[in-house]
């Protein structure tokens, strides 16, 4: 596909579980970001990737969240014992690579609910 | 405080009608400027980028003022299609900073 895709669309954990959240991003893109986004809010910056490196981890909420991206295209977004304030939409977006007036693409989401 | 400040709405204007929603933000330093459109439980998407110089794209005028660290979207002739939350959204090197949206309704 052309856009930014993530699986899985909806997922609903326990409280204590590990989840793992994929994201493809559109093809060539340099850029990738995840974001968490709460109800009635705009999306919240968790992590920045320029190819595999992680160059940006500070909105990570805690250590029981870790991202990757070991080839510098997919992305996986993992919380480790899930808490119910974990509960939100997971956005990943892609960019060309970093610019002036380069806008980001997102994925429909994850939308994540712990129980 | 928030890097990106938005007046969170509801706006609920008549069809037809001109509306302009506003925005603020903290860092003086900021690259890039964006509005993004977000409908209900999808994605942002992005609507315009905006321009010092101020641009306009059919019925949108996006202006941005740097020395007042704000930003405005102006949309005339509101179809009912409008209705959305309206994300300002700023760049700041590796970092898309999001305001909380401001929402449009559209009535018939």
């Known amino acids: 596909g052309a856009g930014v895709s993530q699986s899985p669309r909806y997922k609903v954990a326990k409280r204590g579980q590990d989840v793992a959240l994929r994201c493809d991003p559109i093809?060539?893109?340099?850029?990738l970001f995840w974001y968490q986004q709460a109800l009635g809010q705009g999306p919240e910056f968790l992590t920045y990737?320029?190819?595999?490196?992680?160059?940006?981890k500070s909105g990570l909420p805690s250590d029981r969240f870790f991202a990757e991206r070991p080839e510098g295209s997919v992305s996986t977004l993992k919380i480790q014992r899930t808490q119910q304030e974990d509960s939100a939409v997971y956005l990943c977006a892609s960019s060309r690579a970093q610019g002036a007036n380069t806008e980001a693409f997102f994925g429909q989401g994850t939308r994540l609910t712990v129980v | 405080r928030k890097e990106v400040e938005q007046d969170p709405g509801p706006f609920n204007v008549p069809e037809g009608a001109t509306v302009a929603f506003n925005c603020t933000y903290s860092?003086?330093?900021?690259?890039?400027f964006f509005w993004y459109r977000q409908d209900c439980r999808k994605e942002p998407k992005l609507l315009m980028s905006?321009?010092?110089s101020g641009n306009e794209d059919g019925r949108f005028t996006a202006q941005l003022n740097r020395a007042s660290q704000y930003i405005s979207l102006l949309i005339r002739d509101s179809k009912l299609s409008d209705s959305a939350t309206y994300l300002c959204v700023v760049r700041n090197f590796n970092k898309f900073y999001f305001g909380s949206g401001t929402k449009l309704n559209v009535k018939p």
């Open positions: 905006v321009y010092s």
């Open positions: 860092n003086s330093a900021s690259q890039s």
């Open positions: 990737f320029q190819n595999e490196a992680q160059l940006d």
């Open positions: 093809s060539g893109h340099v850029s």
